[in-house]
């Protein structure tokens, strides 16, 4: 069974950048995909970014494209999530997800919630 911790998050005002991490442990993940999800108070969870296991196919939500990246360290079993250009409804909980089986493509991800494994998130939070 595959642990995420997610790190990095925090307070950042609007127009500032952040990168979150997300440790995996407990197998390989060289053929997941993984990605991030994210909660704001009220909202239900959204899909934020994904990238495949090889880390050449990444898929992005329409409210982050050009903003966010992602990337993957597979030697160090670690995905990241690069956030510029903050937004304050960028606010949210964000969660580190890896898929539960093998091959699956990045833009797969996006309607995954049931079939992958959740970290315990990280909040961040973007003053105006």
């Known amino acids: 069974q595959v642990q995420l911790v997610e790190s990095g998050g925090g307070l950042v005002q609007a127009g500032g950048s952040l990168r979150l991490s997300c440790a995996a442990s407990g197998r390989t993940l060289t053929n997941y995909a993984m990605g991030w999800f994210r909660q704001a108070p009220g909202k239900e969870r959204e899909f934020v970014a994904a990238i495949s296991g090889s880390g050449y196919s990444t898929y992005f939500a329409d409210s982050v494209k050009g903003r966010f990246t992602i990337s993957r360290d597979n030697a160090k079993t670690t995905v990241y999530l690069q956030m510029n250009s903050l937004k304050p409804e960028d606010t949210a909980v964000y969660y580190c997800?890896?898929?539960?089986?093998?091959?699956?493509?990045?833009?797969?991800?996006?309607?995954?919630?049931?079939?992958?494994?959740w970290g315990q998130g990280t909040q961040v939070t973007v003053s105006s």
């Open positions: 997800v890896a898929d539960k089986r093998p091959f699956g493509t990045a833009r797969a991800m996006a309607v995954k919630k049931s079939e992958v494994s």
